[in-house]
Structures are given as C-alpha cells and as structure tokens.
C-alpha cells in the first residue's frame, strides 16, 4: 500500500482526478476549511464597513457617500449572513463556490466607487489588486475557481474604466497589472493546495497501514492467547491439563507456605469407566467426561483449581482446607455425581467416581509425592467399594 503510485492531482485545477478521493479529501478538511472562511468572511465584512469612515471624511453626507454605505451595508450583511450559514452547514465551504460567488458580487462594489469616485482610481485599481491576491491567499476556496473571479473581475474592471473614456492603449499594461497578483496568487494557492493533498494522501496511507497494523498485533494476541490455552487446557473437558495443574500446584504451595495455611489434593476417578465406552461406544465415553467436568466445578468451591491429569482421571487442588473440610466438599461431588444421570444417543448412563484425598506434607513441595498419596487412598477406596471418599493417612 505504501509503495503505489500517489492518486493523480490536476496540474491547473490543483484537485484528484479521482472524484472519489477528491471528495473524501473535502470531507477531511471540512471543518477546518469551513472555520477559516467564517474568519475570513468576518474580517471581510469588517473592512467592507470600516473603509466608510474615510468616505465620509472626504464625502461628508452627499448622496454619493449614502450611496456607497448603502453597498457597503448590504453587502457586509450578505457576508455576514454567510458566515452564520457556514456554522450550520459546514459542508458549504470544501465546494468552494460560496466563497467564490461571494468574491464575484463583491467585485461590482469597486465598479461603482470607480464611477463615483473617479478622483481615486489609482487607489481603488490598487485595492482590485489586492483583492486577487486575497481572492487565493486568504479566503479558502478551489484555484480553478478563483481564477475565473478573478478573470471576471479584471474583465469588469476594464469595461468599467472604458464606460469612463479611459484610453485604449493603455489597456494592455493594466491588464497586465491587475493580472499580476491573482497569477502570484494562483500559484501560490496551487502549490499549497496540491502540496495540502499529497499530505491528505499521505496521511490515510500512514491511517491505514497503522489500522492494519492494529489488526494484526489484535490477531496475534488472539493467536498467542489460543495457543496459550491449547497449551494449558484438556481440549476435552476445558479443564487445565497437567502442565498447567502443576503450575497452579505451584502458586497454591507458594501461598501455602507464606501464610501457613493447609492445602490439600483430591485425585478421583470414574468407576468402571471402561464398561462404558464398551457398551455406548467411545462417543458416549467423551460426552460422561465433559459432564462429569461440569459437575465437578459445580460442586468445588471456586477457588479450588481442577485439572484432568489423564484419562478418566481427575484432581482437584484446595488451599486452605484441611484433609477434613476436602473430604466433605469431595463428598458433596460424589453424591451428586451419583445421582445425576447422563443423557447420550438416547440411552441414560449413570457413572460414579471414587475419590482419595491428601493434605500437604510441611515443606512438601513435589505434587507427584501428593497424588502418589492421594492415589494410594482412592485405591483404597476402589477397594471398598467405590463411589466414596478416602482420606489418605496424615501426616
């Protein structure tokens, strides 16, 4: 994306060849463009009554000076006008044709203080000049359109002068002088506004790459964070594998150990698990284990941490609970296991577990050596009978 060719902007109109791009670039500077012609528009108006005061100094009260004023008046009213329009609809500046339609009736103004004023033609040409220098440097607008104003006003300005008997032969060096500051101009606001665009283009590349970029590092967390899980989870039961059991035996002895507080393990294991899979099929084998999963963190409390550490073999790791306080909350799960069938393909399965629990050694820091004792309990308890608790010896 970085590397294609930039979008094509017209050397004369200073605009994208593209109307799509052109338009999402006036969409871009709408806000700014819109508060800048406001400024502009006000600053207009203000001149436009400001420069009374040294009519009527010079005019006094005629009806040339009313004359003027009323222009003057009407006019700061429309621009005025045109400023709170462009606070409501902002959209109405990036066109470019308010600004310019504006310019174009403004232009008559000077028409007439020539016809009225013929004494200061000098200063009135001067202030036309002025005018299209400002019609491209200060009032936001489009080049190709500023260039017809200011070609309308020139036109207007030469007429107007050869309706007061102006000699002809000196038309082309006036033409030539009120020309000079709109070509200074237009230059100038062509090259800000291509250089305004190659910006724009620029910048939403940079948006782009960066909203991709955002992407893919959102991708990436989600990739590491499945991974993670795959990693640390039975893809069975979702319960944590051994890898990961064994880390939270760590944390829970850690914790054990800093504030010396009991932890014990409790190992169970399905009953005749194998009869099972033999009569409803290995499918039906899974679904008891992902059940038997559901219950078991329905019944420990929520700080217990349970793991399938293979087969049909689970354990359950429970800090600050003494081998006594493990075996009721164990019992609770054997019970309720005991009593809630399974429902698989239309056949009603009923699966017990049997269940050794330990309690930590003092500094006992190995969960092999924990469930090696917890195993040695729950054979036991398989031994007599199954569908029970069995405590291994205390320490």
């Not at 009135?124 to 006003?153: E, H, Q, Y």
């Not at 207007?156 to 070509?183: I, Q, R």
Request: aromatic share 8%.
């Amino acid at each position: 994306m970085q590397n294609a060719p930039l979008p094509h902007i017209s050397l004369w109109q200073a605009e994208f060849s593209d109307p799509a791009v052109e338009q999402a670039f006036r969409a871009d500077v709408q806000p700014r463009m819109a508060w800048q012609l406001r400024t502009a528009l006000w600053v207009w108006a203000a001149l436009v009554l400001l420069f009374a005061l040294p009519d009527f100094l010079v005019m006094g009260g005629s009806t040339t000076f009313w004359t003027l004023t009323a222009y003057r008046g009407a006019t700061a009213v429309v621009l005025l006008a045109a400023a709170f329009a462009l606070r409501a609809r902002p959209h109405l500046a990036p066109p470019g044709r308010l600004a310019m339609g504006l310019e174009l009736a403004g232009f008559p103004f000077f028409f007439l203080y020539l016809l009225l004023r013929p004494e200061l033609r000098a200063t009135t040409l001067g202030m036309i000049m002025v005018v299209n220098l400002s019609l491209f440097v200060f009032v936001p607008g489009r080049v190709a359109l500023g260039a017809w104003v200011a070609a309308g006003g020139i036109a207007g300005t030469v007429a107007t002068l050869l309706f007061m008997g102006s000699g002809g032969e000196n038309l082309p060096g006036l033409v030539m002088l009120l020309s000079l500051p709109a070509v200074v101009g237009f230059i100038s606001a062509n090259r800000l506004q291509r250089a305004q665009r190659q910006e724009f283009v620029v910048r939403t590349r940079l948006q782009q790459t960066n909203a991709a970029l955002q992407e893919e590092i959102a991708r990436s967390a989600e990739l590491q964070a499945e991974l993670r899980r795959q990693a640390t989870t039975d893809p069975l039961t979702g319960l944590p594998n051994r890898r990961e059991f064994d880390r939270c035996f760590a944390r829970d002895a850690a914790r054990a150990d800093r504030d010396a507080s009991p932890l014990c393990v409790a190992v169970f294991d399905l009953d005749h698990f194998k009869a099972v899979n033999d009569q409803y099929g290995h499918g039906a084998g899974d679904e008891v284990l992902r059940r038997v999963a559901q219950i078991a963190r329905d019944c420990f409390r929520s700080v217990d941490s349970l793991g399938r550490i293979g087969g049909e073999e689970f354990a359950v790791l429970l800090p600050g609970a003494m081998a006594h306080d493990a075996a009721v909350v164990a019992q609770r799960f054997v019970d309720r296991l005991a009593n809630t069938p399974i429902e698989h393909g239309g056949f009603t399965i009923h699966v017990t577990a049997t269940v050794g629990v330990a309690e930590r050694k003092p500094g006992e820091s190995a969960l092999d050596t924990m469930l090696h004792r917890a195993d040695a309990a729950l054979y036991e308890g398989k031994h007599a009978g199954r569908n029970r608790v069995e405590m291994a010896p205390p320490a």
